[in-house]
């Protein structure tokens, strides 16, 4: 695989019509590893195939490099060599794949197996050198060219604004005019007929309770329950991919990443009804909780 040093911003993985950009930043690193995944099951346990690209650019502790093969949809995620002291907050484990936190698109769930975890249940001081890859959410290399075609943030003025609190399921999953397949995502959300309740009510800011990528609480599951708020961020800068009418086939190569189209066409919807989109987002409440969470960013 040929591989260039490329650079050290922007952050995250950035597709510029030829190749992708990958940029990480860790000050405790020691080495990284760019992970990248393919479809081909690898080994019993049903991972995909993996290949592995050292990082050897490293500018400001951001660990970079550029890869001319590397397209929208690749699925990516990284090995972060170092420290393994708990005791000084450091836990670095390379058996722990680790999402990119300024990745654009994800793709899959975590499923909380105890390789998740950097320690043995039942022994926290332990350290658990389990892979976690067949478990792990995976980051996904985006397409960033879109036609706004003109758009253009309304920017009403705060004394003229008024703000409609809303949730991405809860709006739309029961309306009667919005199409079945389309409920509970970012295209119910566009539809004609919600825009058009919104413009009713006189609306001139939808405000959506959290979109970003979000990890369904493991006492949840048991309970065969879903996260509904979305209070339990994984990705700050990723639409939440069960969201998207478009993102929600797995097994669909062209469905990676679908999820940002899908939802930059919900704001271009929204904004041509003079509606502006604003998010609700709480940095400090994050999917791995504290330190005997799971490792996953």
Known sequence: MEVWPGNAYPLGATYDGGGTNFALFSEVAERVELCLFDDDPDGEDGALAETRVELTEVDAHVWHCYLPSAQPG???GYRVHGPWAPEHGQRCNPSKLLLDPYAKATWREIDWDPSLFAYTFGDEESRNDDDSAAHMTLGVVVNPFYDWEGDRAPRTPYTDTVVYEAHVKGLTMLHPDVPEELRGTYAGLAHPA???????LGVTAIELMPVHQFVQDDSLLDKGLRNYWGYNTLGFFAPHAEYSAGARDLEDPSARGLQVQEFKSMVKAMHLAGIEVILDVVYN?????????????
């Open 194 to 200: 919600v825009v058009e309740h919104l413009r009713k």
């Open 285 to 297: 409440h994050t999917a791995e909780g504290n330190h005997l969470g799971p490792t996953l960013s």
């Open 74 to 76: 690749q699925r990516y």
